[in-house]
């Protein structure tokens, strides 16, 4: 099931690509895997998946011991700073930036382990008060550039989690207002900041993300179907 699901996924990912004139090569399918057993990643890995999204630091760091070495692990959940040291060094890259603080973390441990972490600063692009992340304003562009100084950290774009919607097309204005600050961000020319990584869209509007620009899409129910929380705290 797995495995016809991510090559659904990607059909769905290149058609999306094909309309909007882009090459399917531009977009990273992340599997988020976040609740779900080993076993099931190790089927979306002997598939060829490659790129796994977690949102709890446990989890990711069991997850990581357990399985190859040649995954790229994406923390896309709220980060406590006290829950740096734990991924630094494991994680491929860190999506969910929001704040100095955290990004002051993450480049202490960074030089302490003496890697580069690469992170993405999280929009709250709808404005939702539920939600985690920066408002959809210049404001990222100088948290980027206080980030930028730091050492052992850099920028590589921005994530956004869109409002939950029946009709995608009602999130495609966050995404097009995600590509709009990345570029006004791009065009600071800002040293240490690039931004060539938008991580946008989930399962139920992927395509619509792809089609305003997205570099990654996070895609989890749509690969490993429902989530069951009855037995934790939830997300
Ligand atoms: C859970 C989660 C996803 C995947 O959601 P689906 O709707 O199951 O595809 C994507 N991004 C983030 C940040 C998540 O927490």
């Not at 959940?77 to 100095?100: A, E, M």
């Not at 920028?155 to 600050?181: C, H, S, W």
């Not at 997205?214 to 997300?235: H, K, L, M, P």
């Amino acid at each position: 099931m797995i495995r016809e699901n991510i090559a659904r996924t990607e059909e769905n990912i290149r058609q999306a690509c094909e309309l909007a004139g882009r090459r399917a090569s531009e977009v990273t399918l992340i599997a988020v895997s976040k609740t779900k057993p080993l076993s099931m990643l190790q089927e979306a890995y002997e598939y060829g998946c490659r790129d796994f999204g977690e949102n709890k630091v446990q989890e990711l760091v069991e997850k990581y011991e357990a399985l190859p070495r040649d995954i790229r692990w994406h923390m896309i959940g709220h980060l406590q700073r006290n829950k740096v040291k734990y991924i630094v060094g494991r994680v491929y890259l860190i999506h969910s930036v929001d704040s100095l603080r955290l990004a002051e973390e993450i480049s202490r441990e960074s030089v302490k382990k003496q890697v580069t972490t690469d992170i993405l600063l999280e929009v709250n692009a709808a404005g939702e008060e539920s939600k985690f992340g920066l408002p959809c304003n210049g404001a990222v562009t100088e948290l980027a550039a206080q980030i930028a100084a730091l050492p052992a950290i850099r920028i590589r774009g921005l994530m956004t989690v869109a409002p939950y919607v029946e009709d995608p097309e009602e999130n495609r204005q966050y995404f097009r207002a995600l590509k709009q600050l990345s570029v006004d961000i791009m065009r600071k020319n800002i040293d240490n900041v690039s931004m060539d990584v938008l991580s946008m869209g989930m399962t139920g509007d992927y395509e619509v993300a792809v089609s305003e620009g997205a570099g990654c899409v996070r895609v989890g129910t749509g690969i490993f179907g429902e989530r069951d929380y009855t037995n934790s705290a939830g997300e």
